[in-house]
């Protein structure tokens, strides 16, 4: 299930970090080899969204020097990789998701000596890069679509997805070749007056979706990745794999059908469809083992030591599904596939929590998971899971579940501080088109892409020009300066969270186990090394204050030393009577 689905159904509504790599030092130690290698395993990702991330030229949109000057902070809290939405030229109907030249930078974000500087510097922080891959589809302006649609004829017809009408003639256009829908609303099937055939797209018109039976399409997808690799970068994140491919027969897809067997009706109307017939086929995982392997093999600049990952955008039914993504030892695919299970909860509940906890725990082998609550395609986390009264509580909350969890973590800028989706007022402010489209049932994704809030001056600090999308007010308080070095501020909370998962053996290599399984108010869990180091996390997911029993259950002694607390929080003298405040998170070393 692709996330405009998800959010339909849930929108409407100090310098404490140690970064342990030296991504540019040459590895002398086979210890440090191993690190580099296995660099991602236990690594804390942040998400930027360049256009809302820091402008440096005053025109509004954020850009790549912006970023270069804010890797200091991104260092101060502990971050190991960036991941940049895309960067590339585009006429930004999606804001960069239809791209019109995969090697080239957009004008508006800098220029490529600004991302070799970006590059530079980020490496000298022992931060990495990670680029997004867009391979679904390019723009309708990519030279590419542009030669496709000239005729017929052209080299690059089978570069795209083209198909006659139903019931076409000469004369008549006929009707869409099949029910397909796009994640945007409306036919996923455009028609092209000139070659007379509808071009297929499973995003927006100006998306169109490549090709991928065509053998050119891999080798021109195989380049890109080589000439960005060869830049250093340290891997991808995959937009929208699961679609690359759909049904050879064209067949229609199903509708969603209630519990009663009617079909069930979308905020535009129409009758919902499953689309098994353009999501996850089986032939995207050809693809991927066919890409990862051509990256493994081929590129190893010594300048930049360390694994390439490769992160997909995995939106999954299942944990058996996700399970996949990662490939075979012989045949890997994805090194780490977003769990975007837990994402989907979209509430405070300690059960369903535990449950995917417990189903990536024991669900994908030897796997390392990439956990990931919130992006720039969902409302932010006090949109989904707040009660509008302990807001920040419940985001400390999930920090702690994303970072004291086993695996590789993945937040979204501004996450650290506790920035709130903010949504438009008037359909007329709308910049993401699909919300303008589907107003005021959905807003768009605008409310979750405003200006990283980085001080109280003006703008926020992101710009001393006219925001592409307004400041939200709580900027006044909710910022970088205001937070750094406060001890009870999200912010800190994060830097100490980093600091503990980079530090603490149980957190960098224990394996989570959960614990007083039957409570439906507090998530606990234990992390515990293979040579017995244990730490016990506990959270609240309720308004109320709790106390649980966090001994038995393989804890090796009845108390613990506390490593952090929520504020107001108190150190047990027992793990018999553990007490948190409302949505309070308590963290203790086993002694
Ligand atoms: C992914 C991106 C989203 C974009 C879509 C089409 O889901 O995260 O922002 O609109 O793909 O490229």
Known sequence: MHWTKRIAACALPLCLGVATLAIGQAASASTDKASLRDWWKNAVIMEIYPRSFQ??????????????????????LGVDAIWLTPIYPSPQVDFGYDISDYQGIAPEYGTMADFDKLMAEANKRHIRVIM???MNHSSDKHKWFLESRASKKNPYRNWYVWKDGKGQTATDKGDVPNNWRSDFGGTAWEWDATTRQYWYHKFYTEQPDFNWNNPKVHQAFKDIIAFWLKKGVAGFRFDAITTLFEDPQWRDDDPVLDKSGQPVKGPDGLVELNDTRTNNLPEVHDVMQEMRASADKGFKPSSYP??????GETYLPNIAELAKQYGTAENPEFHLPMDTQILGINKMDAV????KLNDVETGIGNNVPLLVFDNHDNPRIDAR???????????RVLATVLLASKGTALFYFGDELGMKTTPPERKEDVKDPVG????PFYKGRDGERTPMQWDDSANAGFTTGTPWLPVPPTYTTVNAKAEEGKPDSLLTWYQKLIELKKTHAAFAEGN??????????????????????QVLVSCNFTADAQTVNLSGGGVKRATAKTLLKSPGGSDPASLNSVQLPPFGVWIGEVE
Do not use: P
């Open 132 to 134: 997004d891959m867009v």
């Open 512 to 533: 989570n186990l959960m614990l007083d399984q039957d409570n439906a108010n507090v998530l606990s869990w234990l992390r515990q090394t293979h040579d017995g180091k």
């Open 55 to 76: 402008d440096s030229n005053g025109d509004g949109i954020g850009d790549l020097n912006g970023i270069t000057q804010r890797l200091d902070y991104l260092k101060s």
């Open 385 to 395: 899971y707040g009660d509008g009264v302990h807001n920040e509580d419940i985001e």
């Open 306 to 311: 360390g694994t390439r990952v490769f992160i």
């Open 352 to 355: 369903a929590f535990r449950a």
């Open 436 to 439: 303008r489209r589907m107003w």
